[in-house]
Every structure is written in structure tokens, then in C-alpha cells.
């Protein structure tokens, strides 16, 4: 039987020791990893709807560009929308739709959810969701749970809202880059809206064409 020699055990402890400090350090490292833009989001000034639409029982379509795409592989995408006005923000379903590049096919759809549900009611009174009241100055941002799905330039996204046909409805607006001489673009984003629910198709269904117009509500794509 072999025998350890007095200084064997220490020389193990110190060595595991060691090594759990340098994992947690890894983990911690990773966790400080501080979100990336997947895509140009929504920068410049904000502006009113020109069409001063409400939004009750209609659906906010916006375009995740697969060619506008950065460099960045991340296995989660984050999606964050934004608020100019209002005091509830009543939302029936949120889906994400993905495509083939330039095609209309809905190849997968993804559930898109805020605290677990992709139904929730956002309180845009409560401080704790907008520190600040929502304006076009001072948008309230919203982080939406991440999804797990890595981003892919072979492929275009399809983010779908759409907002319950009620009266709390009748008095949101959205975050909405505002287009001028002189402003800065919108970035690669875009979008539009349709009235009624445009979030229950599915696999082999198609999606609407879309003019470039500036995206309502979504302001950015992350990787957290």
C-alpha cells in the first residue's frame, strides 16, 4: 500500500482550491460579459406617429434584417421595445416569426414572452418599469425575456405584437425614429402595422409584405 507523504494532502487541497477560484472567476467574467448589439438599433431623435393611429386590436410588425446582422454569434437574443406615452400597455401574444432571406415562409415561430408570459400587461405607470414617465424625450425601454436562439444572417425575423382590442390600449405610443433632414436613420430596423391579430400563423403560413418604414416599438436586438 502506498503512503501519502505529509505534504500530498495540503499540495491537493491548494490545487482544487486553485482551480475553484479560476472557474469562478471564468463564471464571473462571463457573467460581467456586457450585452452587444446583434443588430443597428434604433438611435436619433423620436418622434410622433404621423398617423396618430391607436393601437387597441392592432398588430406592430417589425423586420430583424438577416443581412444587417453584425458579426456576433450569441446563443440568446434579447429583444427590448419602447413606450412614448401611456399608462398601461395591454398585450394579447408576442411571436417571433423566422424566415428563409428575402422569403415570405415562416420557417419556425418562436413565443416571445415578458416574465414568463407573452401575454402580459405592462404597467407603464409603475416606477419600477419606467423610472421616468414615458415621453418622447424620455422613452420607457423594456427588456423582454431572452430567447434561446442564435441570430442568423441567412435568415430574416418577423417581431410581432399585438395589442388587446381595449380602451388602455387607445392611449399608448410607441418609440418611433423620427425622419428628417438631418437626423440620424433609423439604422437597419423596420417595420409597420396591420389591424387585427397578426401572431397565431404558422409553420409553411407566410408573412405580409412590408414597406421600409421606421419600426414601431422595437428600439434594440442584444445578445443579453
Not at 482550491?17 to 467574467?29: E, V
Not at 411571436?95 to 419556425?108: D, G
Amino acid at each position: 500500500m502506498r503512503k501519502l507523504s505529509k505534504n500530498a494532502r495540503p499540495t491537493f487541497l491548494i490545487s482544487a482550491i486553485t482551480f475553484a477560484s479560476l472557474a469562478n472567476t471564468a463564471l464571473a467574467q462571463q457573467a460581467a460579459t456586457p450585452p452587444q448589439n446583434l443588430v443597428a438599433g434604433v438611435s436619433g431623435s423620436l418622434g410622433p406617429d404621423p398617423i396618430e393611429k391607436d393601437w387597441a386590436g392592432r398588430s406592430a410588425i417589425n423586420v430583424i434584417p438577416g443581412a444587417a446582422l453584425f458579426p456576433v454569434s450569441s446563443p440568446t437574443t434579447v429583444l427590448y421595445i419602447g413606450f412614448t406615452q401611456g399608462q398601461v400597455a395591454d398585450i394579447s401574444n408576442m411571436v417571433l416569426y423566422t424566415t428563409n432571406r428575402q422569403s415570405p415562409f415562416i420557417t419556425a415561430v418562436t413565443p416571445v414572452t415578458l416574465n414568463g408570459v407573452s401575454n402580459p400587461s405592462i404597467q407603464l405607470e409603475d416606477t419600477g418599469v419606467c423610472p421616468i414617465e414615458p415621453s418622447q424625450a424620455t422613452p420607457c425601454i423594456v427588456r423582454l425575456d431572452p430567447m434561446a436562439l442564435t441570430l442568423s444572417a441567412l435568415n430574416d425575423y418577423y417581431f410581432v405584437v399585438y395589442f388587446t382590442d381595449n380602451s388602455l390600449n387607445l392611449r399608448i405610443q410607441p418609440t418611433l425614429p423620427e425622419i428628417s433632414a438631418g437626423n440620424v436613420s433609423p439604422g437597419s430596423l423596420y417595420g409597420t402595422s396591420f389591424i387585427g391579430d397578426r401572431t397565431r400563423r404558422k409553420v409553411g403560413g407566410y408573412v405580409p409584405s412590408l414597406a421600409h418604414s421606421p419600426p414601431s416599438f422595437l428600439m434594440y436586438v442584444m445578445s443579453n
